[in-house]
């Protein structure tokens, strides 16, 4: 019986042995990784007020001189003192640009307004944007098209910092900007720098995505070929498949490992360099052998999970407004909120629409049809979108909680914040969490997808050592792994010796 667990311990070490090595390294790696970061000035701009001065033109007369009847979506932003209504059409993926002066679109707007961004993420936001004072009213017709070159010529014309080298919109996540960050559409903006950076930005809410640089692609290029294997995407979900396999495989060597360690002894070496190599690796094994059960564990737990589709971008609201129902009424707003507008968007609630008004202490609702202000709107909001996306009654609601800070349940990998978790007693207790600004759900999850991202926070990415910070997080991260590599080759090493002497003992059996 021992003798049989002895082969086939030593068989799956072997087939084993090359995945863990090259997870092992690549793991040792990840730590580094973060701490390479592209240097940005923030990733996150600061909310302007919005002077009323600056709306010369409301929305409804923008879109009338268009000839465009409805839309999906609007806010307001900026490229430094200019101001522009933010539109999405139906069915469109770009949104178009209107000037707030005389309505005047845009060419190439959101072009334009992603490297705008992606500047002031990498380079800091200017502390004079949309400080100056608009044009005078009397102007406005003669300045229709000033406002437009004004804006083209700050983002084309910039003579502060790096140039922009290439900007594109991606519709899909690719290698480099992979699904893990969640948000599309995105626009990729390259800049001409030693560095190669490249800077990641949601033009629809003004969002920093992610950055990349050459010296961080290095390190992330070599983490996908050897720790997610990224050569096996050629298989689909097949490669999860595989990958859960050889986790579980690594797993249940470990196991085998630990039985024969407890159940035999070791003997002293003497000078024997196999029974010598053979102690190392007793003793090796033992001592790596916890986390080595921990991350195939976890990792092999992770990987089966990834065969399930993920469909949370399939559940979002998409708005239908009239033209004519989109005159902001600024002053109206703003004494109802009784606080400074920072943005304004329209949303469907219920049984009507509702201004969605953004100030410094959050979002509120306001009736489009009284000027009334919804109580708790946002909370409301976020329950309306969870009974549209659950299609539980909204009586079934049990719980609905703001969330800042990411957290064990609802972690960095969601990437939206913040949003609204709505609970329900249904389907294992399932919760919703809900990013209002966008009406889209971030992530659904119940009681029984708990263990698998508990285990893959607390066992692969040792958050169990959260007490003593990321740098105690790292250091012992990079000392297990370390010892999975040891442990390896001392392995091999025995192997070989052992494969060695079984060889020159065949030699002289048949001399």
Known sequence: MKKNIYKLHRT??????LPVLLWAISGFMHPLMTNIRPQIATQVLPAH??????????????????????????????????????VQAPGKTEPLYFSTINGKILTAGDWLYAQYLARQFLEGPDKTDSAAAPPPPTAAGSTAHDCCDAATSCVLNNVKGAKVHDASMLTA????????????????????????IRIYVETTRDRFAFAMDN?????????????????????????????????????????????????????SSNGNSLVKARRY?????????????????????????????????????????????????????AQAVKAPVNNVSMVHLQNGNYWQVYTKNGIQYVAAGTGVVLPHGDAQYAQYLATQFSNNPAAAITDTSYVTQFNDEYNFADKRLPVWKVGYNSRHHER???????????????????????????FHKHHFMDWGGK?????????????QVIMVVVGLTLYVVWKLRTRKGRKVGVA
């Not at 799956?12 to 042995?17: E, P, Q, T, V, Y």
């Not at 923008?62 to 430094?80: E, N, P, T």
């Open 173 to 196: 996540f690719d290698p480099e900007y992979k699904e893990i960050n969640r948000l599309l559409p995105v626009y990729k903006v390259s800049f001409e720098r030693m560095d190669g």
């Open 281 to 333: 690796h007793r003793y090796t094994a033992v001592i790596a052998s916890l986390f080595t059960l921990m991350w195939t564990f976890s990792g092999s737990y992770y990987a089966f999970s990834k065969l399930q589709t993920d469909t949370r971008d399939r559940y979002f609201v998409t708005g239908h407004f009239a033209a004519t129902d989109v005159t902001i009424p600024f002053g109206i707003l």
């Open 49 to 86: 007020t919005i002077d009323s001065a600056h709306i010369q033109t409301t929305l409804t007369a923008a879109l009338q001189k268009h000839h465009i009847d409805s839309i999906s979506s609007f806010r307001l932003v900026h490229i430094d003192t200019t101001w522009f209504y933010q």
């Open 432 to 458: 919703y969490y809900i990013e209002t600004s966008t009406g889209r759900l971030s992530v659904r999850v119940d009681d029984l997808e708990l263990p698998q991202g508990y285990s893959f926070a607390l």
């Open 215 to 267: 010296r961080r692609a290095v390190f992330d290029r070599i983490f996908r070929y050897l720790h997610t294997w990224d050569w096996l995407n050629l298989l689909g979900k097949a490669k999860h498949f595989v990958l859960a396999c050889i986790a579980a495989m690594a797993f249940i060597t470990s196991i085998l490992g630990l039985y024969i360690f407890f159940t035999t002894k070791s003997k």
């Open 12 to 17: 799956l070490s072997l087939i084993i042995a």
């Open 471 to 483: 740098a105690m997080r790292d250091f012992s991260t990079m000392f297990w792994v370390l010892m």
